[in-house]
Structure formats: C-alpha cells, structure tokens
C-alpha cells in the first residue's frame, strides 16, 4: 500500500500528494475502507517533511475522499450515493397524460405578463461591447437596491434562484459540513446538498417557517456552516415569515457567527407577504436570493443574489469561467416589467389571483375536514391517510398532484402531498371533495381509488 502511494506521486507538494492518491482512490486502486499509510511512514518514503504529507491529508479529507477516525487511523470514505434523481424525479417523474396536473409548482401561464412587447423595446440595443463589463446592468442594480429587503454590500445576477443556490452553496460548503434546512423543505436543494457531500439536518417548520426553538437546539448540536430559509410562500406549506418572526430567528443566529443564512425568496413578486429577510439583523452573514421565475417568467432565468461583498465577489469571480453573466439583454427586458406601470399592474392581478385560488380551495377543504396549508405562494399542502393510496385514488379522477415524501428531510410520520393550487382556476369545491376523499377525511372517503367523479373529474 505505501509503495502503490508513493510510486503514483510526481510531485511531492502537498498538492501533488493529494492528486497522486485521489487518482489511485478514482481508478479504484485504493478501493473504500482502505487504511491508508501514517503520515510519517509516507513522509519518510517521500523523503519530505510530515507537515507536507498531513497537509495533503487534509485536503483530501476536505473533498471527502479520506476519512480520519482517531486512533485508528485514516481511510479511503465510502462516497456517497448521488441522489439528484431520486428527490427532484420523484415530484414530477415524467410527463403526465392525465387531464389535470396539479403537480409541476410551476405558475399560470396566463398570469405571465406578455414578453413579446417589451424584448421589442429593448431588442435593438447594444447593451456591452466587452466581456469585460459588469455582470449587472446598472439600471437594474439600482431597481434592485430600491426593493432589497437590507442594504447589501453588493449585488450579482444568475440564472435563476436554484442556480444562485448552487453557486452560494459551491463556494461556502464542502463535503461533510452540517447544513440546517427547513423540515419539509424543497427537493432539488436536497437533491443539490446531497451532490456536495453536506450532512443535511431537517428543523421543523410552523405557519410562520422555521421554528426558533428547533432552530436552538440544531445550532447547539451540529454547529452548522449554514442554514437556508426561504422567507415567504414556502415550498411546500405555503408559510410566509414575518417581521417578528424573522427577529427571533436572528437573535438565535445571533451567538453562531459561523453560520451563513441563506434566504431563497422564490416566490418574490407573487407573494402576498411583504418581503422579509434576517440581513437586517445580521447583514455581514447574510445572503438573500431573489428570483423572477414565477412572478415574470421562468424563461427569463434570473434571480438577483445580494449580500457579503467577499462572497458575492467570490460568486462572480468563479462565474467568469463558465458562463461569465446573465444576457444583458434579458437584464434590460427585466428592468423594463419592474418598471412599466402596466406590467406591474398584472403582476398585482396575478397576487391577487393566487390569494384568491388559494383561499378557495382552502375553505373548501376545510369544510369538509382536511387539513391542508396554503398560505402564500402557489402550492398546498395537504394531509393524507397514506400518500400512495391518495396518489392512485387522484390518479382514477385524472389529477396529478406531487408526493410528499420527497420534501421531508426526515419521515415526520404524517403523510402529505403538494397540490400546486396556483393552476386551479375554477371548481374549487368539486376538486376538494376529490381531495378529502383521497385524503381519508370526506365523509364516506376511504381514501381507496374510487369512481368517476359526475362533475367531470374521470
């Protein structure tokens, strides 16, 4: 084993102990659960200085390829499984045939405002010249600190809020570290966490988000390098947070100044809740996302980041080697629907509109004694006996909706499926007894695949 080691090294820097071994650990000559060689017997090998070969060690230990376990020694980690598809797939895992799907968390199509007008207004302007402008256009920054929810020290836009938490994520946690999310909290974000290798810790969740109690007892177990919010319409219960709220929450944060908040404010213009966010308490630790997606449109793929200027800077500093910016030119179609009054004007419809789809069903529901949630945002969620039994039952009505399992983080005993209630438009009190049936709770519901429904629903 220490031949194998040092026979692969060609370089004797730490950097090139720590490449010769991740190669011998990724063509799997150094299979998982090898116990590798002391520092000092490779050292003495190499001919080089312990410190070297432990810094190596380190490094490797960061990118989860080794694993130190005390006195007994260091070895090869078993990597984990990936499990991107197994979350994200499971909410919508192929295209639905039937007639009403419910399960997407997608907005309206006819509550988008109109592009066509405005990529006209803008189309035909030279917006850069040189790769080497800045990544926001300068009308758009200053629209953007108008409506931030704290002053940042500065401000980048990305592709979209999931691609703002991938980057924010890429450069502040690495294999191994606790991170603290909301229990249920969003599938892809797992799915992400999961890909870096972070050891995801679920804090419980009430009406109005994470709990600070909850939020107490997790800092002072895992110490963790991050915890990630989403302010309002949280997916998938709907929660928004408020003012209060958000106060307490920074107070706990508050005696952990090694862990990053990170607000992902998804919803953004839709949300019936007024923006919030802890950076007005703890703005040196603070990074809020704010994404466009459902309010003007996901072809738009931009989402502002806004916070710590070191890190911010980092983002985009990293971003130059792929992508570089965000298209000016959608940057200038965005400036121009935060500002032109009619636009604004149908983004208040579609507020609107979605307050009032959500507290339909809602009521329906309840009165025929479900227990759901749907407080803002576009999605409810709903209580049900047994989620597979509820998904068959919905299915023989030809509804789609989302399993709830795949939002948990860990099983909370209570079964529960996402309705994305922002595409109900009409018949909130046929599709409620479909869904109090499927859920176990109408009278006479069973929760078991039924009959056609006679108002349509097959």
Known sequence: MLSLITKAVDDRSARGIAAAVSRLVTTGDLPAGTRLPTVRAVARELGISPTTVSEAWRSLARAGAIQTRGRSGTFVRTPAVPRQRLRFAAVTPRPTTLPRDFSTGVPDHDLLPDLAALLGRVGDSRLTTSYLDEPVLPALEEVLRARW?????????VDGALDALDRITSATVRFGDHVLVEDPAFPPMLDLLDAVGA????????GQGMRPDALRAALTAHSPVAVFLQPRAHNPTGASMGAARAAELAEVLRGHPGTL?????????????PPVSLGLRLPERTVHVLSF?????????LAAIGGPGDLITLITDRRLLGPGWSSRLLQAVLVELLTDPATVERISFARTSYEHRRSSLLTALSARGARASADDGINLWLEVANQQVALLSLAAHGIAVAPGAPFEVSPSGTDHLRITVGLVRDGFDELAQVLAEAAGTAEGGSGRRGDGHPRGWR
């Open 149 to 157: 929810p704290f002053p940042p020290d500065r401000l980048t836009v």
């Open 199 to 206: 050891t995801v810790v679920g804090v419980p969740v009430d």
């Open 261 to 273: 908040v990170i607000e992902d404010d998804h919803a953004g213009d839709i949300a019936t809740a």
């Open 293 to 301: 997606s459902k309010s003007h449109g996901p072809d738009l793929r």
